[in-house]
């Protein structure tokens, strides 16, 4: 249970940083669109987060696809409480696929650096193997 409470913290601060009221914070962007490089990355940790939390059954895919199902309906719920709680933040879609992006990225990186793990640990296995000679030779 332990290995929940990073991802359960980011949600948190995911939740808070997106419905907090944004006249108290100011509202100015030296960069145009910087609000969705936050998204990407917020959404990118969260998942891999997840992903990382989860049990390390190889051949289980499910908790992924469950974990990217979550962040989208996450990110998707909180702009459209953007809009209803007159929080002086508006619904907007593109960052639903800023978050979006961030998710899929995250579960690209996660498959990758996880098949690469894998490979690494069968090839160290085997030369570790061969290595080793039965008694008796």
């Known amino acids: 249970m332990k290995k929940w409470v990073l991802p359960a913290l980011w949600v948190m601060l ?17 960069i145009p669109h910087s609000d969705k490089i936050v998204h990407f ?21 499910q908790p992924l696809f469950y974990g990217l199902l979550f962040c989208v309906f996450l990110g998707t719920v ?8 007159e929080l002086g933040r508006r619904f907007s879609f593109f960052d639903i696929l800023a978050n979006i992006s961030g998710t899929i990225t995250g579960l690209t990186c996660y498959i ?13 296995s085997i030369k570790l193997a061969s290595k080793f000679k039965p008694y008796g030779n």
Do not use: C
């Open 112 to 124: 990758f650096i996880e098949k690469k793990t894998l490979k690494s640990i069968v090839k160290n």
């Open 78 to 85: 909180i702009e459209v409480l953007q809009e209803i709680m």
């Open 41 to 61: 990355f917020l959404y990118f940790v969260l998942f891999l987060l997840i992903a990382a939390a989860r049990n390390k059954r190889k051949s289980d895919v």
């Open 14 to 30: 995911v939740v808070v940083a997106s419905l907090y009221p944004i006249g108290e914070i100011g509202h100015t962007q030296r």
